[in-house]
């Protein structure tokens, strides 16, 4: 995966004072829970390393997941918190919109179909997942849904 930043991340990524999607799906793909505080720990050139390095193959996702745990343990002392790796993520399936994406779309007067689910990239349903989950500021859902042409 190249470096591909969205539209409605663009007020930070100059600087990558936050976690950008990309780093995020590299994050769930090694299971590794990276907290803002950790990334700000990280000098530019290492968290533009996070953005540039490739996270799909084994031996990519292997050695992404040990470069970061060196990098955390090195700058806070602290091991990094493992996340379960998701076998079947909802983000690579194009058979189903979740239920948490199609609530998000209908607060916002919109109905996803499947057809529309499909034609995006992993990449894109994994945004659209992660910023309709409940509990976390979604100011993005509705720039992510315009960017992708849903809206």
């Not at 995006?120 to 509705?142: D, M, V, W």
């Amino acid at each position: 995966m190249t470096a591909e930043f969205f539209e409605f991340e663009a007020d930070f990524v100059d600087s990558l004072r936050c976690i950008p999607m990309q780093v995020r799906y590299k994050l769930d793909t090694c299971g590794i829970k990276l907290k803002l505080s950790d990334w700000h720990q990280m000098n530019t050139l290492e968290r533009a390393n996070l953005v540039k390095l490739p996270c799909a193959k084994e031996t990519e996702i292997q050695f992404y997941q040990d470069y970061l745990q060196k990098l955390i343990l090195e700058r806070t002392g602290t091991p990094v918190s493992k996340l379960p790796i998701e076998p079947h993520p909802p983000w690579i399936d194009t058979a189903t919109v979740p239920p948490s994406v199609q609530e998000k779309a209908q607060e916002i007067g919109v109905t996803i179909t499947l057809q529309q689910w499909e034609i995006l990239t992993p990449l894109q349903r994994f945004a659209l997942i992660k910023l309709s989950r409940s509990g976390h500021e979604n100011k993005n859902f509705p720039k992510a849904m315009a960017e992708f042409q849903l809206i």
